[in-house]
């Protein structure tokens, strides 16, 4: 599977933005599917994932309540709403593909194995 992220800009703070993870090649429907940030200098870090099969999701407490994960199947594409942005919120934004028809909800980077390119949000106060 590929993966194309878009949606990314800058927002003022308490704005909201809608990232989308667009799939080519294979369904996204068989994968459980993340979103990652890397803000400046910091480590790439988990933000949001969504299973495969339940359509279970799990959040950063950092971002809990305020981002939504969805799917999209018939588009092939997974969506991070981000709502109440935060310039903390500051970062590229990574979609990714965990392994086919892998269990759970997985929120460790070396869970998934295919990237998107990153999309840049900013945040001002």
């Known amino acids: 599977v590929q993966l194309q992220a878009s949606g990314g800009g800058l927002v003022q703070a308490g704005g909201s933005l809608r990232l989308s993870c667009a799939a080519s090649?294979?369904?996204?429907?068989?994968?459980?599917m993340g979103w990652f940030r890397q803000a400046p200098g910091k480590e790439r870090e988990f933000v949001a994932a969504?299973?495969?099969?339940?359509?279970?999701?799990s959040y950063a407490d950092s971002v809990k309540g305020r981002f939504t994960i969805s799917r999209d199947n018939a588009r092939n594409t997974v969506i991070l709403q981000m709502n109440s942005l935060k310039p903390e919120d500051t970062a590229v934004y990574y979609c990714a593909a965990s392994r086919e028809f892998a269990s759970g909800v997985p929120q460790a980077l070396d869970q998934y194995v295919t990237w998107g390119q990153g999309t840049l949000v900013t945040v001002s106060s």
């Open positions: 969504v299973s495969w099969s339940s359509g279970s999701t």
């Open positions: 090649g294979r369904a996204v429907a068989k994968y459980p």
